[in-house]
């Protein structure tokens, strides 16, 4: 994204070089995009582009990303309803990486308890957090900011000012377990009854450690039948000891409801890749 790109809090406009005497920098025609900036270090270079936490006059809270000189929607409604939870989007920031072939967008908004993560290779929008132990609490995410040095990429400390390398082939924080936690949409059907018999994770399996905690790994289950308010007793599946590749993390006998959401939770300190969820009703 080439020029002097000026951010306002009701407008975006476009500056090039044209070598001036008397100044050099001259507003490109039809480079100006109508919606503002609502914190300035919510800016990033993203993806070939440049993305933003934008207000204009129709509102705030939307996430937006420059599409050659227009403003293309990045958040959606579920994203914003989150956004719209702060009271105030002033000192939010964000920090941007690449890993895997995958390029994140992360959104740090005081007063959430997540940290707002878009995944520009599929186009999705996902959750991060820290639980605190101590406090018993889900916070945001730990970083602040990014750098990559040494072929690593390091993650700056929001509160002890920190530095950490963030992988996908760690699974802690600086020792605090990390939790995985993945949500299914609502299942009914037209409010009828449907009775649930099994639910099964295609998942990589027979990834335990030769020691310690991790070395029998398993997978918590929990369901809802009331729109997420109250959760069933957790129930566990083994993932596999080291190389039980073909171990099974199913559930069965799951009782009956109208409208059910599946909530998995995983926290041992190994790989933990969901491919797909299998449901028999």
Not at 18 to 27: D, I, K, Q, R, V
Request: net charge negative; proline share 2%.
């Amino acid at each position: 994204m080439g020029g002097l790109w000026l951010f306002g809090d009701r407008s975006v406009e476009v500056h090039q070089n044209t070598g001036a005497a008397a100044f050099p920098f001259e507003l490109i025609e039809g480079a100006v995009i109508q919606t503002g900036c609502a914190a300035p270090f919510t800016v990033q270079t993203f993806d070939n582009s440049i993305a933003w936490l934008g207000v204009d006059e129709q509102g705030r809270g939307v996430v937006w990303r420059a599409m050659g000189y227009q403003a293309t929607r990045m958040s959606n409604q579920s994203i914003e309803a989150r956004i719209s939870e702060s009271s105030d989007f002033t000192d939010s920031y964000a920090f941007t990486y690449h890993e895997q072939g995958h390029v994140f967008y992360c959104l740090q908004i005081r007063g959430l308890d997540t940290t707002l993560v878009y995944d520009g290779s599929t186009n999705q929008w996902h959750e991060r957090a820290f639980y605190d132990e101590t406090a018993n609490e889900t916070q945001r995410h730990k970083g602040s900011c990014h750098f990559f040095f040494d072929q690593k990429n390091l993650i700056g400390d929001r509160e002890t000012g920190k530095i950490y390398r963030q992988s996908l082939s760690l699974y802690d924080y600086d020792g605090t377990p990390m939790r995985r936690i993945r949500v299914s949409p609502h299942i009914n059907n037209e409010r009828k009854l449907i009775s649930f018999s099994s639910f099964e994770l295609d998942c990589e399996n027979g990834v335990g450690l030769q020691t310690g905690q991790g070395s029998n790994p398993y997978v918590v289950l929990s369901y809802s039948d009331d729109g997420g308010r109250t959760w069933s007793n957790e129930r566990q599946s083994s993932l596999g000891a080291a190389g039980k590749y073909q171990t099974r993390v199913r559930w069965t006998r799951l009782g009956m409801a109208r409208d059910r959401v599946f909530k998995v939770q995983y926290s041992d300190p190994t790989f933990f890749q969901i491919n797909e969820a299998y449901i028999n009703v």
